[in-house]
Each structure stands twice: as C-alpha cells, then as structure tokens.
C-alpha cells in the first residue's frame, strides 16, 4: 500500500507564497505521476497541476500557469507545488494524487490517479 502526506499549507496574504510537499511511502512502488487538485468549497475537485515522475514534464491547468510550480526529488519519493502570486480563489483544499502505472485516463481526470492523500488546507486572505 502506498501512502501520501501532504504538508506545507496554511494562510497566505494575496501575493504570497506557499509551497506544498507530498510524501510517497510504501513498499515496492514507483510513483508514474504525481498531480495536484484543489477543492474549495461548495465546488468540484478540480486539476491543478501534474508531473511524469521519469521525464518530469509538468502541466497546468490554466487558472495556476505562470504561478504555480510543480517538481519532484525522486530520489525522495517527493513532489512539491511552489505557489507564488496567490489570489484569495486559490482557497482550497489541497490533494496529492499519484498513479502507479501509465493512466487509461487523461492526467486532467481524478480517474487517472489511484492513490490519494488526505489533503492540506490553502487559505489566501485579501
């Protein structure tokens, strides 16, 4: 069973930073992709951001292009969201999502992911 904790949110002016990590732990696995959504509330999960674990190419959905970073250190089993420029609609639950094998789905949909961490709160004040 692979595990993923998400830390590094909490309450940021407009304009800040804040930068989320995500830890993948278990026995025998190998992280395919590692993405981002975000829930505020009374809405959807929706995309945020994803990263192929071997090639590291990122996407973004287009509300967070141009602020947002996604990385990993694969050698710590380790993804990270580096948020700059935050707007008060960046509050959210934060969700750390992995697959393990090549999706059927495309990276955008929560279908594609089968591990799923528990989630980190983002509060942007104005």
């Known amino acids: 069973q692979v595990q993923l904790v998400e830390s590094g949110g909490g309450l940021a002016q407009a304009g800040g930073s804040l930068r989320l990590s995500c830890v993948a732990s278990g026995r025998s696995f190998s992280v395919w992709t590692m993405a981002w959504f975000r829930q505020a509330p009374g809405k959807e999960r929706e995309f945020v951001a994803a990263?192929?674990?071997?090639?590291?190419?990122?996407k973004y959905a287009d509300s967070v292009k141009g602020r947002f970073t996604i990385s990993r250190d694969n050698a710590k089993n380790t993804g990270f969201l580096q948020m700059n420029s935050l707007k008060p609609e960046d509050t959210a639950v934060y969700y750390c999502?992995?697959?393990?094998?090549?999706?059927?789905?495309?990276?955008?949909?929560?279908?594609?992911?089968?591990?799923w961490g528990q989630g980190t709160q983002v509060t942007v004040s104005s």
């Open positions: 990263i192929s674990w071997s090639v590291g190419s990122p």
């Open positions: 999502a992995a697959s393990l094998a090549p999706p059927a789905v495309t990276y955008q949909r929560q279908a594609a992911y089968s591990e």
